[in-house]
């Protein structure tokens, strides 16, 4: 049961270099997300995607952009990253069930600095 | 959009004691209200939840209970163990046209000690 699975794991750039976070899950769940984590800040939403073929703006969305490419994968894309970026970023999966409810199923984390 | 405050942000107790972690929200029309646990380097589990037309919900050491008057709700964890320290965050849906998305608490860091 590999669930959400994030690559890479770990990643250090230098200021304005570009990168893609990748997230596949096997769970044929509609939605997928994108949070960042930051410590005394919680889990804060980047982007979202309900799902497949839309995409929309989280709480945190500049700097970023996404990519739903079919229903199991969902990209996160630093154009040029900045050394406020440096976080540790979450892709989740969910299926949406009626009243807003349903599991978000979470990856292990992909930890990025910027230099 | 939706407004989620947790308390405490760190808590510390005796294995065996009661922990008690209290958010509150500020959308009255978010109806879906869930717990997840992170443990050290992995992502949040979802441990709990509750939704709007439940007051309270039970689930063997670990309960939550919901005021939608007040607009808070809490998540109990009796007889705790080391293996319950972790970091808490609390979420409640957002309604109306953003009605798929959670947004979470700051989180709490419960340690438990031996």
């Known amino acids: 049961n590999a669930g959400v699975t994030q690559t890479p794991k770990f990643q250090v750039l230098k200021t304005g270099q570009s990168m893609t976070l990748q997230c596949a899950q096997d769970?044929?769940?509609?939605?997928m997300y994108w949070y960042r984590q930051d410590p005394g800040m919680g889990l804060r939403l980047i982007y979202y995607?309900?799902?497949?073929?839309?995409?929309d703006k989280g709480e945190v969305p500049n700097g970023y952009n996404v990519s739903r490419l079919n229903k199991r994968e969902f990209s996160l894309r630093l154009e040029s990253a900045a050394p406020s970026q440096t976080s540790v970023y979450f892709c989740?999966?969910?299926?949406?069930?009626?009243?807003?409810?349903?599991?978000?199923?979470f990856g292990e984390g992909s930890r990025l600095t910027v230099l | 959009g939706e407004n989620v405050e947790q308390h405490p942000s760190t808590l510390s107790v005796q294995e065996g004691d009661s922990a008690v972690i209290k958010c509150t929200y500020s959308?009255?029309?978010?109806?879906?209200f869930p717990w997840y646990k992170q443990e050290l380097g992995k992502g949040p589990q979802l441990i709990i939840d509750?939704?709007?037309?439940?007051g309270e919900k039970k689930d063997q050491r670990i309960a939550v209970t919901l005021n939608k008057t007040a607009k808070h709700f809490s998540l109990h964890i009796t007889e705790t163990q080391p293996e319950d320290s972790a970091v808490y965050f609390c979420?409640?849906?957002?309604?109306?046209?953003?009605?798929?998305?959670?947004?979470f608490g700051k989180g709490t860091l419960l340690t438990v000690n031996p």
């Open positions: 989740a999966s969910r299926e949406l069930l009626p009243a807003n409810t349903g599991e978000l199923f």
């Open positions: 769970m044929n769940h509609n939605s």
């Open positions: 995607s309900a799902s497949e073929g839309t995409t």
């Open positions: 959308d009255s029309a978010s109806n879906y």
């Open positions: 509750i939704r709007s037309n439940v």
């Open positions: 979420a409640a849906s957002d309604s109306g046209g953003s009605n798929y998305k959670l947004t």
